[in-house]
């Protein structure tokens, strides 16, 4: 059975940083671009940030580019999102997922708040 848990959300200032966590579990990690996707209240999912099987290469948002990193450890089987200088903007649910192969996998979500 395939499991996504996501962690790090939290309350933070406008301007501060979080680090969200994602650990996967059931699947062959490696073999697996991973991504993070969010939702806020009212809107559709949308897409945040890529990363490549191996970590080699990564795509984002335009929405975030240039403030958030994605990374991943093969190893832990983890997929990380450094989100710096948050803006109360970027509160939403935050997801990670593969959709890049069928099946697709989704974690829980974990909520980010960004204050003013």
């Known amino acids: 059975q395939v499991q996504l848990v996501e962690s790090g959300g939290g309350l933070v200032q406008a301007g501060g940083s979080l680090r969200l966590s994602c650990a996967a579990s059931?699947?062959?990690?490696?073999?697996?671009?991973m991504g993070w996707f969010r939702q806020a209240p009212g809107k559709e999912r949308e897409f945040v940030a890529r990363?490549?099987?191996?970590?080699?290469?990564?795509y984002y948002a335009d929405s975030v580019k240039g403030r958030f990193t994605i990374s991943r450890d093969n190893v832990k089987n983890t997929v990380y999102l450094q989100m710096n200088s948050l803006k109360p903007e970027d509160t939403a649910v935050y997801y990670c997922?593969?959709?890049?192969?069928?099946?697709?996998?989704w974690g829980q979500g974990t909520q980010v708040t960004v204050s003013s």
């Open positions: 059931g699947l062959t990690f490696s073999s697996y671009s």
């Open positions: 990363i490549s099987r191996s970590g080699g290469s990564t």
């Open positions: 997922g593969s959709t890049w192969s069928s099946p697709e996998y």
